[in-house]
């Protein structure tokens, strides 16, 4: 990836993988329109699908750049758990090297043995981490990038504040940082540029476009919900995430008295989660919820978010 990757962009953007939301519609569009499109590789099932996946990404994105060389399509990039019982992992990494994925994003464990299949064909890794300890981690196990996923963030998400995380992290990691936590307007992604971040990671507002992944009331419940509506818990996965509070209360739980999940449960892969019914009936998203008030395409939304950056900029330039 060049080290210019950001000026690349339209946006500094990353669409967050999303479980079941990312597939190759919302990562196309999403790279077409000058962000980085991403999905988890577990969200291909069966297994063999993983490869049609990457397919057609590979030959769409392709098609385009010929079509468009003066504006060529941003790189994508697959999401890999590697928690030790994601019994695909060996497969799927096999396929990321065989269509050479630029960038790999790892979650849920210490990512050094991907770090270096990844790196012998040329991409990158960023891995995602919730805390100072795992981030220490990850940039003693060789990765390119971190991403922060702060209080706030649609899915599995932290308990710190950016304005914290940031700081500390940059004290001992030069390399590019994603923030991740309720970013959902131009704006914000101005703000955590001039916090310190290079990129943000922005999920929970692609959502609610046309080309994701998403049940219709799934996208409806996002455009009725405001920040007060996202409950954070762990019970349905085990780690801590944020949800849509009327999805719990539809599940016929009650979001003020949820137990706790329990992590040693959790299983990745073929099988996969132990709580995978329940993901799909239990819907999540960020505390940024509440900026979201229309169901647009992909295209629209970052065009939207565009103006607003760059309009963003240019009254930080005036102060």
């Known amino acids: 990836m060049p080290k210019d990757l950001v000026e690349s962009l339209t946006l500094p953007v990353i669409g967050s993988p999303?479980?079941?939301?990312?597939g190759p519609e919302l990562v196309i569009a999403q790279c077409q329109a000058g962000i980085?499109?991403?999905?988890?590789?577990?969200?291909?099932?069966?297994?063999?699908?993983?490869?049609?996946?990457?397919?057609?990404?590979?030959r769409c994105l392709e098609q385009y750049n010929d079509d468009h060389p003066d504006t060529p399509a941003a790189p994508f990039a697959v999401n890999q758990i590697v928690h030790p019982t994601n019994d695909r992992l060996e497969n799927d990494?096999?396929?990321c090297a065989e269509?050479?994925?630029?960038?790999v994003i790892t979650s849920l464990h210490a990512p050094n043995r991907v770090v270096e299949q990844v790196h012998a064909y040329g991409g990158r890794v960023f891995h995602d981490v919730t805390t100072l300890r795992h981030a220490r981690k990850a940039v003693e196990a060789g990765v390119d990038g971190l991403i922060l996923v702060c209080q706030g963030a649609g899915g599995h998400a932290g308990?710190?504040?950016?304005?914290?995380?940031?700081?500390e992290v940059r004290a001992f990691f030069d390399g590019p940082l994603v923030l991740a936590g309720a970013i959902t307007r131009g704006e914000q992604i101005a703000a955590a540029r001039a916090l310190g971040a290079d990129l943000v990671y922005m999920g929970t507002r692609f959502i609610a476009t046309r080309e994701a992944n998403a049940e219709a009331a799934y996208k409806q419940m996002l455009l009725e919900s405001a920040a007060g509506d996202i409950v954070y818990t762990n019970l349905f996965t085990g780690v801590h995430g944020n949800y849509l509070r009327q999805s719990i209360e539809t599940a016929g739980l009650d979001p003020n008295a949820l137990p706790e999940g329990d992590k040693s449960a959790m299983r990745y892969g073929s099988g996969g989660s132990s709580k995978a019914k329940a993901w799909r009936d239990i819907w999540g998203a960020g505390q940024g919820v509440g900026s979201i008030n229309s169901l647009e395409s992909v295209a629209d939304v970052v065009a939207t978010l565009s103006s607003d950056y760059r309009l963003a900029l240019d009254h930080l330039r005036r102060l």
């Open 159 to 167: 308990r710190l504040n950016p304005f914290a995380f940031v700081a």
């Open 36 to 58: 980085i499109g991403a999905f988890p590789a577990l969200n291909a099932r069966p297994a063999e699908a993983l490869r049609d996946w990457l397919e057609q990404i590979t």
């Open 18 to 22: 999303m479980f079941i939301v990312s």
């Open 93 to 95: 990494m096999a396929l």
């Open 99 to 103: 269509y050479r994925v630029p960038l």
